[in-house]
């Protein structure tokens, strides 16, 4: 038995446990440059503001119905993520962090009423952090995740499902009847794994509603779909496909990309930038084990503006695989030389560190080059050491340049809040 | 030592957290270290502040109202929304939208927050009006040098 705790809103309610102001009013949590929506709270989805809909196109329901923008402020995220994920493992036994808002847990050989366990801890989450969740419960991870849909949907929408479903909606301990018109109420695009692609393809075949799809006959689903999508069939079904990832395997490619806050054209700034961008990327590297065979690096214009477009990319492949950050950041930038173009508006460049490999298996090779110098190891141990212990940026590749956040390339974060629970200088004010 | 077991470990969430006491009773040849039995960690602040570190928040004062409860302008507040407000208790309320720090009264069903200061009034809510407490103070930590 699977239980899945998900945020309300997660980005949005993490704001609002700081700026109480912000209740009940429409807020809308922007990245990437302020560019476009990445979390709405029900007020502002109610407002008709799709996920990812760009700031500009409904910035003028600012004026006309309230609506707040924020900067998305991930060092808040982070840490309030952690203490919701620390309390939702006192639910059951083992704990699979599946984003920074919603994680797994196994339920199995818990004794006692699940769900008025799930309330507690709901509970827990709301009085102790301040975040809403909701709690869906199912033989299998899909089946949990359709829960949590029906246990937010129920509590969002009084009506949608029957009323005490909400806020915890264990399908396991439904009639069958119940848990067919659950199903036959909840379309196949609510389904875990079932994108747009294939809401269309099944919609037209005549199967719009769960119930329809969990009656089909899974080997018929692998002849004329697929092979993942039998597997959402039978979990369905309540047949566990979906293994509990205890320790997600190590990225098979790291990237580290940004819009600049402001056009860039010189070389000598994208050189800072992708500096940046690789260092950053040869850290996680570090951090997971891995070396990397390939340095891809892009640059581009933005197809926003009606400038003449540049967009170019580039792999580099390294002489040996490595996670040195000189060697990463020495190959970048040599493809940016190659793909530079003096006279175009840059907006955007990233660096994709490609064909990971563990560092524990390294292939020896005839010696027939120069020297592969002496084992960098322990240096690049001091630099991740210095930086953890110093502050990010404390020791960094020269060509990454010296201004830090007043570099033309940063990204534009005009509506930040606070670092309410990271940053001394920065905690919430009470008025005494 | 002393160990806590891990949060994936199932833990009744009526009960604190378990501690578990690891003796050791290993037998050693040779002369005794002196610092064998100490095993101890330094002493950690957050240790004495923090009960609840999932629901612990810092705050900072900024005012005059609270001086006779020893918070002056500029005490940072150590907040636990762990903690059931009860009558007496310091606690941040929630008002207009902002967040003040006064103390919790309540009496026969009703409440009010009292200021430490007798040149502040005390704050009545209005019939209808509800009070939402966010956390209770449990401890200050004043600066003398920064």
Excluded at chain 1, 394 to 420: F, H, I, N
Excluded at chain 2, 115 to 126: H, L, S
Aim: aromatic fraction near 6%; charge should be positive.
């Amino acid at each position: 038995m699977y239980a899945l705790v998900d945020c309300n809103n997660f980005y949005a309610s993490c704001e609002r446990v700081f700026r109480p102001s912000l209740r009940g009013i429409p807020v809308v949590v922007l990245s990437n440059n302020d560019g476009a929506c990445v979390a709405r709270s029900d007020e502002a989805k109610n407002l008709g503001i799709k996920m990812g809909e760009p700031w500009f196109k409904v910035r003028h329901l600012a004026e006309s119905h309230g609506l707040v923008a924020l900067s998305a402020n991930f060092a808040l995220y982070g840490d309030i993520s952690d203490r919701v994920m620390s309390l939702a493992a006192g639910l059951g036994v083992k704990t699979e962090i599946y984003s920074i808002d919603e994680c797994f847990v196994t339920v199995d050989g818990i004794p006692g009423d699940l769900v008025a366990r799930a309330h507690k801890i709901r509970a827990r989450i709301l009085q102790w952090v301040g975040i809403p969740c909701g709690i869906g419960i199912g033989p299998t991870k899909t089946l949990a995740k359709l829960a949590n849909h029906v246990a937010k949907s129920a509590e969002r929408k009084p009506g949608s499902y029957p009323v005490h479903l909400a806020q915890v909606c264990d399908l396991s301990g439904l009639t069958p009847p119940e848990l067919e018109s659950v199903m036959a109420a909840t379309e196949i695009n609510e389904v875990w794994g079932i994108g747009r692609q294939l809401t269309k393809q099944l919609n037209e075949s005549g199967i719009t509603t769960v119930l329809e799809l969990v009656r089909l006959d899974p080997a018929m689903v692998r002849a004329r779909w697929s092979v993942i999508l039998e597997r959402t069939v039978r979990e369905l079904q309540g047949t566990s496909c979906i293994a509990f990832d205890d320790a997600p395997s190590p990225k098979q490619e790291i990237a580290c990309t940004r819009s600049f806050g402001h056009p860039v054209t010189e070389l000598r700034e994208l050189n800072e930038a992708v500096t940046e961008f690789a260092s950053r990327g040869a850290v996680k590297l570090r951090k997971q084990g891995s070396q990397a065979g390939q340095v891809m690096v892009f640059i581009r214009t933005s197809p926003f503006r009606k400038d003449t477009q540049y967009s170019r990319c580039i792999t580099v492949p390294l002489r040996r695989p490595s996670a040195d950050t000189a060697a990463i950041v020495g190959a970048a930038l040599s493809g940016l030389r190659a793909i530079y173009k003096p006279g175009f508006k840059y907006a955007k460049a990233g660096v994709m560190l490609l064909d990971l490999q563990s560092d524990t298996v390294q292939q020896t090779e005839l010696d027939f080059e120069e020297d592969a110098g002496p084992d960098r190891g322990r240096l690049m141990a001091s630099l991740d050491e210095l930086n953890h212990r110093y502050g990010r940026g404390t020791v960094l590749m020269a060509s990454a340049g010296l201004a830090g956040d007043r570099r033309v390339w940063s990204m534009k974060q005009e509506r930040r809040t606070p670092g309410y629970t990271t940053c001394w200088a920065e905690i919430p004010v009470a008025r005494a | 030592m002393i160990s806590t077991l891990s949060p994936q470990k199932p833990v009744l969430i009526s009960d604190a957290p378990l501690v578990a006491l690891l003796l050791k009773n290993r037998v050693c040849a040779g002369f005794p270290s002196p610092a064998e039995d100490l095993g101890a960690q330094r002493i950690d602040l957050t240790q004495l502040l923090v009960t609840h570190p999932q629901a612990t928040y810092f705050l900072r004062a900024s005012g005059q109202s609270m001086i006779e409860a020893g918070i002056f302008d500029g005490d940072i507040l150590v907040v636990d929304r762990a903690i059931k407000p009860r009558h007496g208790h310091i606690v941040i309320a929630i008002l207009d939208g902002d967040f003040t720090v006064k103390q919790l009264h309540q009496r026969q069903g009703r409440i009010k927050l009292k200021a430490a200061n007798p040149t502040f009034a005390e704050i009545v809510p209005k019939d209808g009006q509800t009070i939402e407490i966010w956390g209770v103070v449990t401890a200050t930590i004043k600066q003398l040098l920064s």
